[in-house]
């Protein structure tokens, strides 16, 4: 994406984000109903999937819809931190994972 790469315009690429962010979502709802916890009644469970979202959002700007490659760029590296915070949350069970 940074470099413009002629892969970029394959079709698999363009699919297989699209199959990842329903897997994710897919597995986010799985998990409420596999643990017996909701959103909006267990502060943890309601942060990671609100942060999954943004995730979900950031990597289309990222990935497709920025309009320069600043605005790309930013998105990508806001997008891995926002991974790195859903990781901890699952590990920690906590929304706020660093007074944990």
């Known amino acids: 994406m940074i470099q413009n790469h002629p892969r970029l315009q394959r079709r698999w690429v363009k699919i297989v984000p699209h199959l990842i962010d329903s897997a994710l979502l897919l597995s986010g709802i ?3 109903f596999t643990i017996h916890q909701y959103p909006f009644v267990n502060h943890w469970l309601t942060a990671k999937l609100l942060a999954l979202l943004l995730y ?36 920690t069970r906590a929304a706020n994972p660093l007074i944990w």
């Open 56 to 91: 979900i959002i950031l990597g289309s700007i990222a990935l497709k819809r920025g309009k320069t490659k600043t605005i790309r760029l930013t998105a990508w590296i806001s997008a891995l931190g926002i991974f790195f915070y859903l990781v901890t949350v699952a590990i």
């Open 30 to 32: 799985s998990l409420v």
